[in-house]
């Protein structure tokens, strides 16, 4: 099987980097040696495993798309940069007709999803790339979907900890939240609990020290209001490893869907689970 070409964006960060370390791990696919980077970093280059990948600023990303198609042909886009970027990355990807996979969370979600649909460029698009809490999400919609109003006369809580170079409130507490809305609990996103303060983390929730610069840990606590049932789902993660994993099964996916032909549309992490 021919090799799938693969671009991760957002280098030297970590998710961008461990992707692209899992990259050159796994013979299904190849690491492009570019990387589209933030006009803040000053590297020109940062070394993955045995390979050397160029950082490219944004005056360069033109000259840089030229020269990798007519190197490479065709290629996938992975983008872990910044949730100031997601909007004019997605706008760039369609504008030069790449396929992407989207782990980065943030900027103007409506606006990012009418700019891929109204592109006709495949794309998967998840604020969660790790499979398991996918799933749950799924399930949830399901309640959702299936039982509105379910639970009506209950108040929620949510806490989310990231470490703190995490600079947006998680995306995929923002989906959980939706669904416990549309099961009769009214709850903003505003009132979703944030913590990225580093003591706080190790000393009030107990986050293993060596994962606090890479963790998420999330509650949703439903109480009803008389005070005689409660509900609680937590979900925490230490380290990145699950959603790097994830977000190659995404880029195999949507290398699929290329490859047959299919209806070019945007995916979810729902649709890779599926394998439809």
Not at 1 to 27: R, W
Not at 76 to 92: E, G, L, R, W
Not at 181 to 190: D, K, L, R, V
Not at 245 to 251: F, H, I, M, R, S
Request: hydrophobic content about 35%.
């Amino acid at each position: 099987m021919e090799k799938i070409n693969v671009m991760v964006n957002g280098l030297p960060g970590n998710m961008a980097m461990g992707v692209a370390e899992h990259v050159l791990s796994d013979g299904r696919f190849e690491l492009v040696p570019y990387s589209l980077t933030g006009p803040e970093i000053e590297l020109a280059t940062c070394q993955v495993g045995n390979v050397e990948v160029t950082l490219v600023q944004p005056r360069q990303r033109e000259e840089t798309i030229k020269k990798i198609r007519a190197e490479k042909k065709d290629f996938i886009t992975v983008d872990y940069t910044h949730p100031s970027a997601v909007n004019d990355n997605a706008a760039f990807y369609c504008t030069h007709r790449l396929p992407f996979v989207m782990g980065t969370t943030g900027g103007e979600r409506s606006r990012l999803m009418e700019t891929v649909r109204s592109s006709g460029v495949p794309a998967v698009i998840a604020p969660n790339m790790a499979r398991q809490i996918v799933g749950l999400q799924a399930m949830l919609a399901y309640g959702a979907e299936n039982f509105p109003g379910l639970f009506d006369g209950y108040s929620l809580e949510v806490k989310e900890s990231h470490q703190k170079g995490k600079a947006d409130t998680s995306g995929t507490a923002k989906d959980i939240v939706s669904y416990f809305n549309a099961m009769g609990i009214p709850f903003s996103e505003n009132e979703i609990q944030m913590e990225r303060n580093p003591e706080n983390q190790k000393n009030i929730w107990h986050v293993p020290e060596k994962h606090i610069q890479g963790h998420a840990w999330h509650t949703y606590t439903l109480r009803a209001n008389d005070g005689t049932v409660l509900f609680s789902f937590t979900h925490n993660v230490n380290g990145r490893e699950v959603y790097q994993k994830g977000t190659l099964e995404a880029v195999f996916f949507l290398a699929g869907k290329i490859a047959e032909n299919a209806e070019t549309r945007v995916y979810s992490m729902i649709d890779v689970l599926k394998g439809e």
